[in-house]
T-cell receptor
Framework: GEDVEQSLFLSVREGDSSVINCTYTDSSSTYLYWYKQEPGAGLQLLTYIFSNMDMKQDQRLTVLLNKKDKHLSLRIADTQTGDSAIYFCAEIDNAGNNRKLIWGLGTSLAVNP | GAVVSQHPSWVICKSGTSVKIECRSLDFQATTMFWYRQFPKQSLMLMATSNEGSKATYEQGVEKDKFLINHASLTLSTLTVTSAHPEDSSFYIC???????????????FGPGTRLTVT
């Protein structure tokens, strides 16, 4: 079945760039997503990328998609302490009657002052 | 952006009782709502998908008689944990999907979650 994998932890210094990586298996995914979860809270949609795009930039966030390698990354420029959270990568599963998201395990980002 | 609310945000109940959690889409109509369960420091586990006016589709291993889902309207879905036991203690999160998001994308918007503790 479909699978999404992420590294579990990332630690960076405040002001540095963070790069969170994700690999997926379903080459037919039309959309790939990045969600952010702060402690004790629900998930916030950060950004998404359509499968025919290689890159998408939104302020401090840059998403890169390598369809050949089925690799997705999220770069956060000038990382701040408020960026400390768990970041989930997800791909869309179009099979079946209901579209649903297939989730990675999440990458816990720690930003050190 | 689209807002999804959940109520209650946290609940403590005794073993054997039932608990109902509400999920509402506040500013859009959600044709599909999803219920997730999340254990500490773990990823989301999809429990079921519900479409308005029809029966929910449960993921493998999820007991439909224990986790009752009702999706009565385009803005409200409820999850009832029946005869709750301590092992049901978890963080339950709902999400609602919009078919007509930006550039026609498919997006899920999440509620803030409900922390259930069964004593």
């Amino acid at each position: 079945g479909e699978d999404v994998e992420q590294s579990l932890f990332l630690s960076v210094r405040e002001g540095d760039s963070s790069v969170i990586n994700c690999t997926y298996t379903d080459s037919s995914s039309t959309y790939l997503y990045w969600y952010k979860q702060e402690p004790g809270a629900g998930l916030q949609l950060l950004t998404y990328i359509f499968s025919n795009m290689d890159m998408k930039q939104d302020q401090r966030l840059t998403v890169l998609l390598n369809k050949k390698d089925k690799h997705l990354s999220l770069r956060i420029a000038d990382t701040q302490t408020g960026d400390s959270a768990i970041y989930f990568c997800a791909e869309i599963d179009n099979a079946g009657n209901n579209r649903k998201l297939i989730w990675g395990l999440g990458t816990s980002l720690a930003v050190n002052p | 952006g689209a807002v999804v609310s959940q109520h209650p945000s946290w609940v403590i109940c005794k073993s054997g009782t039932s608990v109902k959690i509400e999920c509402r889409s506040l500013d859009f109509q959600a044709t599909t709502m999803f219920w997730y369960r999340q254990f500490p420091k773990q990823s989301l586990m999809l429990m079921a998908t519900s479409n308005e006016g029809s029966k929910a589709t449960y993921e493998q291993g999820v007991e439909k008689d224990k986790f009752l889902i009702n999706h009565a309207s385009l803005t409200l879905s409820t999850l009832t944990v029946t005869s709750a036991h301590p092992e049901d203690s978890s963080f339950y999160i709902c999400s609602a999907s919009s078919l007509a998001g930006l550039q026609g994308s498919y997006e899920q918007y999440f509620g803030p979650g409900t922390r259930l503790t069964v004593t």
